[in-house]
């Protein structure tokens, strides 16, 4: 016997058997992404000394912003690196009086986060139950907030190294409240039945 005390600590709720809708889902782990497709990567074009960077990690800016001023080695002319597209600069590795070369030791970073994806790691067990189109609830963690998608892709490989397959969900990140590199739950709708 449990009392009505013990019976709301716990959740428990007694109801007659009836016709109900069962869901089953499946529990996988992931990792927030930027879409790599809407990452870009800005060099100088020639080699010489940064006079002037405009930009530091974290600042949103426009395509075709300047993002830093070079001096080029043989002209002594100055050249603008400037932004490929729209974004945040995620990653820099450019200081005043710093010699350039023009590889990607020296390079500026921007990404369009307004879109950015959930990568979820599939057990080789799991891999039966998840197919593309079904629907993930991802969460960033207790009482954090949730978003709602459908999984677009499943890697056709499986990763030596972690023994799972890839599952990605892409999520709307117009707030930017979902930070590349956060850790993410997905509870994936596997199957959803009427029974008597």
């Known amino acids: 016997k449990m009392s009505a005390e013990e019976l709301k600590e716990f ?3 007694v109801k007659s058997a009836g016709p109900s809708a069962i869901q089953m889902h499946t529990d996988l782990s992931g ?6 497709r809407k990452i870009a990567h800005m060099t100088p074009r020639f080699d010489g000394v940064v006079k002037k960077v ?10 075709g912003e300047v993002l830093a001023t070079i001096e080029s080695n043989e002209s002594l002319v100055k050249f603008d690196v400037i932004s490929a597209i729209d974004g945040t ?8 009086g710093e010699l350039v ?12 986060l307004k879109t950015v994806w959930a990568e979820l790691s599939v057990y080789q067990k799991d891999l039966s139950a998840i197919n593309i189109g079904q629907t993930a609830i991802i969460s960033a963690g207790h009482e954090m907030y949730e978003a709602k998608g459908k999984i677009s892709y499943i890697s056709p490989i499986i990763d030596e190294a972690t023994r799972t397959a890839t599952a990605r969900v ?10 590349p590199g956060m850790f993410v739950t997905a509870e994936v709708l596997t199957l959803e039945q009427e029974v008597p």
């Open 89 to 96: 600069v995620i990653d820099m590795h450019m200081t005043p």
């Open 11 to 13: 959740g428990i709720v």
């Open 54 to 63: 405009h930009k530091a990690i974290g600042d949103r800016v426009k395509k």
């Open 170 to 179: 892409s999520l709307d990140n117009s707030t930017g409240k979902w930070k």
């Open 31 to 36: 990792e927030i992404k930027p879409d790599p």
């Open 101 to 112: 070369n023009g590889n990607s030791k020296h390079e500026i970073t921007v990404a369009n």
